[in-house]
């Protein structure tokens, strides 16, 4: 696909679909994906990605609040698309636009039993991470609250896991897996019914194979920076040198003087800067990029909407192509750069960044 923009997040879809089925191999195959898409699909673009999703059969789609199940509702979604955080003034628009909701608080059990439409639920619990979540002992209030209203559709229970990507620290994940179970057998012993479960991430499906119920929600496995090699990341940010510079011993680079050559230098600039999501400590020399297949160091500070790169001792011309992350230089090793993760390198990539999808073959 021909384009006019310098930058450019390259996302493939077939790599998505790698991901997706390599979970589905790894899962019994009763065992529901729910596809999170929050942070507009982690930076990937919500609606696409969920587009893919949709056709790839994905049980349902994840979201943190009503306003991005709406935009994905209003672009054609028909499945179904379960808000995390409802908050206690979407009603209107949870009930308008036919939105699961995920409720962790009186509050919201109260409010979504006080009004009579028709709605799908699923009910969280607290098991450790003291975040979202009802806490056990409250089992009796919500079973008694959900068989008093008919019109609340229970659909599932379900939990979050704090550290599953810490294989080497397994207790406490364990620890929430064996309280949730003992949560929903009782949860079903006591409402007399089997309702759906879900605790397992995708590192948890990863790491934890054994505490899949009957669902798992999969978020940055699918965009292939989970800890698993067989995993493909699927997207690339590239942009071009915009601008070359040759300066001399002694010169200043960017902003407040952070940056003074010790040599004579050529230099280059990219038109990416931290309002695009490039995280400004990868300013002076900690992050890197890749122009013609060598590693360029980031000099002087990271400004709102560009960069500079030494390009010392290195071919390269105005508009030559730059890689930001990719096939040479993954998000992972980004974000440890920074001791930081992958979610927040993709979260905060800017919209008005061009995203370009691909839905080529995987090679």
């Known amino acids: ?16 679909e790698h991901n997706f089925n390599y979970f589905k191999s790894k899962i019994n195959s009763a065992t529901k994906i729910i596809a999170v898409v929050k942070a507009f699909a982690y930076g990937h673009g919500d609606i696409k990605i969920s587009n893919k ?16 199940g709406v935009i994905l509702r209003k672009s054609g979604v028909k499945g179904k698309i379960i808000v995390a955080n409802p908050g206690i003034k979407s009603y209107e628009k949870i009930i308008k636009y036919k939105l699961d909701v995920v409720l962790y608080n009186k509050k919201l059990l109260n409010l979504y039993s006080s009004r009579k439409n028709k709605v799908n639920i ?7 991470m003291n975040r979202y979540g009802f806490e056990e002992e409250e089992i009796n209030l919500i079973v008694n609250q959900v068989q008093k209203n008919t019109h609340l559709k229970l659909i599932s229970i379900c939990s979050h896991l704090a550290s599953s990507d810490k294989i080497n620290q397994n207790n406490f994940t364990k620890k929430q897996c064996e309280k949730f179970k003992r949560i929903s057998i009782k949860f079903n012993s006591i409402i007399k019914k089997d309702i759906p479960r879900h605790i397992l991430n995708s590192h948890g499906v990863i790491n934890f194979p054994e505490y899949q119920m009957d669902m798992v929600r ?5 965009y292939g920076s989970a800890n698993d090699t067989n995993l493909t990341p699927i997207s690339t940010l590239k942009s071009i040198i915009t601008q070359q510079r040759a300066i001399r011993k002694g010169d200043v680079v960017g902003y407040g003087e952070s940056f003074i050559a010790k040599k004579n230098m050529q230099i280059a600039m990219v038109p990416v800067g931290y309002a695009d999501g490039l995280n400004r ?8 990029v890749i122009i013609n297949k060598k590693l360029c160091p980031i000099i002087g500070k ?7 790169a030494d ?11 730059v890689e930001i992350f990719g096939e040479n230089l993954s998000v992972t090793s980004i974000a440890n750069k920074i001791n930081t993760i992958p979610y927040e390198i993709y979260s905060t990539l800017n919209r008005r960044l061009k995203r370009v999808y691909s839905d080529r073959i995987l090679e």
């Open 1 to 16: 696909m021909k384009t006019s923009n310098e930058t450019i997040l390259s996302i493939d879809l077939k790599k998505l």
């Open 53 to 68: 999703l949709e056709k790839l059969g994905v049980y349902a789609l994840w979201v943190t609040d009503f306003e991005e």
């Open 122 to 128: 699923h009910v969280k619990f607290n098991t450790g």
């Open 218 to 222: 999969l978020g940055i496995g699918l």
């Open 281 to 288: 400590q990868l300013s002076n020399g900690v992050g890197s």
């Open 302 to 308: 990271i400004s709102m909407g560009n960069f500079i």
């Open 311 to 321: 390009i010392t001792g290195i071919i390269a011309k105005e508009g030559d192509p």
